[in-house]
Structures are given as structure tokens and as C-alpha cells.
């Protein structure tokens, strides 16, 4: 029997295609619930302060890129959801004079143009140019990263796919969205081979860094939280870091203040990670199988499921 249609997209699959059952359990995760789901190789962790929250994100950095030496590069792979810690990654390299010339940094994604390449840096909502206006900028050329160790996706990924070769990502940073992905890893269209049921996690799994085309909540999203709620200047396709890669870093650290993902959603991906349910309509949920998964919270962005009407 094909599972239910989608609440938000029919043509799509995502997270409300999952039982009823599941969704109502995570909604009714509270605080204390959320804390105890941690289980070896995933860990979950809460900060009292937006101001420990972002400073201990900004230090994911550091310490990657102090292990950085010429005979062992480093590298993190940022996101651009969260961006409030890159400022004060620039800053601590200039105060601590960490010298960045063996290490390395993955983009985690781009937005595809109308003209099948990848935007330039004059497109407002470039996440390459947010990295570097926001962190890279910012250092001082002493001891700023090498251009050649910078790594942003591109419409021809073979450059980046083999930028991952020979240098160890200590950490894979990032957000989650609405529609509970990391990257711009959505959920797939419900058609063809996937028109009943959506892939496996391990089909899902074996893909790599690619283009993709985005599920409507996805660019619904980015309007609200970048572009002012102007959806026609999100592009509908991106280029995204893939599965594979992700399996590369030794770790996989994503950071909840409560302004991407709602309520419910910092709740499911943590449940179902700790409990092993991973399912490619909930695209976070895969991580169930990664060794080393941390989820970060702010507790005043937590929010709650009740229901309260405005």
C-alpha cells in the first residue's frame, strides 16, 4: 500500500508522509525528554545563552582548524544557516594569530541560476559571498586561509567531489530546515521509482554532491529567513553537498536556535536519530547511521507543540 499523500506538497515526499504516530510522539517531547535521548554516537546538548550557543559553534572552527599541519590538513564544512558564528570565527583567528594555511572549508551548498551555472557573487542571497563578507573577509591576510583550500559547490561539482580526497573534515557543521534537511538534502518528488514509497536510506545515502531541485517549504523558508519573504528571488534548484561527504566527516554537528526549524521538527530528527528511524522523507533522520551525531539547542528556542492560537 503507497503511504499518505503529503499535508503541504502531494507531489513531494517529506515528513508529514510519515505515520501519525511518530509525528504525535516527537510533539510531545519535552525538554527533559529531548536531553535523554543522547545514546552512543549521538549526542544532544543544550546551552542557556545565545551567547554560548554561537560562541561554542564559532569554536567547532578552531579547534578543526588547529589540528590543520602541513603532513595532516583540516578542514570544517559551514553552513550558511546558522551565520551568526562566523564573525566570531574571524575574530578568535585574529585574536589567537591562528595561522590557516593548512586548512581547508567545504560550502555546504549554492543556489543554481536560471542558466544552469551556479550564481555569481552578485546574486543577493549567494552563500558564497555571505562566507566570505561574513568570516573569510575578515581575517587577517597574515594568516588567512589559501584561496586554493577554499572549496564552494559549483554546477560542474567534479572540483569540489574531489576537493574531499586527501584532506580529513574533522566536523560538518549545520542547520536544519523547515522541511527537515541538512545542506539542501530535501526529500525526493514522489514519481517514477519513488511514486509509492520514497528511497531507501541507503539508496539515499549513496548520493554524493549534486544538483538538486528544492521541495516548495525549502524555498518557502529561505524567503522568509533571508530574503524578506520574497519567494520569486529564491531559485527553485541548488547544488548541495551530498551524503557521501557527509559520511567523510568525523562528525556531524547541527545547531537548533529555534529560528529555522519549529517546534515539532528540533523534536522528530531527534528522536528519530536516537531511535534509529531513519527514513529518506525525513532526510535529517538518515544521520540515525552516521557514527558521530551532536544536535545543539538553545533552550529559548526550543518552543513548544502546544497549541495556541494567534
Not at 531559485?235 to 556531524?252: D, H, L, R, S, Y
Request: proline share 6%.
Amino acid at each position: 500500500m503507497p503511504r499518505k499523500l503529503s499535508h503541504i506538497a502531494p507531489d513531494w515526499w517529506d515528513y508529514t508522509t510519515l505515520e501519525n504516530d511518530i509525528i504525535n510522539d516527537a510533539a510531545r517531547l519535552t525538554e527533559r525528554d529531548l536531553s535523554q535521548l543522547s545514546r552512543p554516537g549521538f549526542t544532544v546538548k543544550f546551552y542557556d545563552t545565545l551567547e554560548d550557543f554561537y560562541l561554542a559553534e564559532a569554536l567547532e572552527y578552531i579547534t578543526a582548524w588547529r589540528q590543520a599541519t602541513a603532513d595532516n590538513p583540516v578542514g570544517i564544512c559551514g553552513p550558511i544557516g546558522p551565520t551568526e558564528q562566523l564573525p566570531l570565527v574571524a575574530r578568535m583567528v585574529n585574536e589567537l594569530g591562528l595561522n590557516l594555511a593548512n586548512a581547508h572549508f567545504w560550502g555546504m551548498d549554492e543556489w543554481l541560476g536560471d542558466d544552469g551555472k551556479e550564481v555569481s557573487m552578485s546574486h543577493a542571497l549567494s552563500f558564497e559571498k555571505a562566507d566570505r563578507e561574513m568570516l573569510f573577509d575578515r581575517v587577517d591576510k597574515s594568516l588567512a586561509i589559501p584561496e586554493s583550500n577554499l572549496h564552494f559547490p559549483k554546477a560542474d561539482v567534479s572540483e569540489y567531489v574531489g576537493s574531499w580526497d586527501g584532506v580529513r573534515c574533522a566536523v560538518m557543521q549545520g542547520g536544519q530546515g523547515d522541511i527537515k534537511h541538512w545542506a539542501f538534502n530535501d526529500p525526493l518528488k514522489r514519481e517514477g521509482a519513488y511514486a509509492d514509497a520514497p528511497p531507501s536510506p541507503e539508496e539515499y545515502r549513496s548520493l554524493g554532491t549534486r544538483i538538486v531541485e528544492l521541495h516548495p517549504i525549502t524555498l518557502a523558508q529561505n524567503a522568509r529567513t533571508s530574503g524578506g519573504g520574497n519567494i520569486t528571488m529564491v531559485p527553485a534548484q541548488a547544488i548541495t553537498v551530498g551524503p557521501v561527504e557527509t559520511w567523510k566527516a568525523e562528525k556531524v554537528s547541527i545547531w537548533q536556535a529555534g529560528t529555522h526549524d519549529n517546534p515539532l521538527g528540533q523534536r522528530l530528527t531527534a528522536m528519530m536519530i536516537s531511535k534509529g528511524l531513519a527514513d529518506s522523507s525525513v532526510p535529517m533522520s538518515l544521520l540515525a547511521d552516521h557514527p558521530n551525531v551532536q544536535f545543539n539547542y538553545y533552550r529559548g528556542g526550543l518552543g513548544s507543540c502546544e497549541v495556541e492560537m494567534h
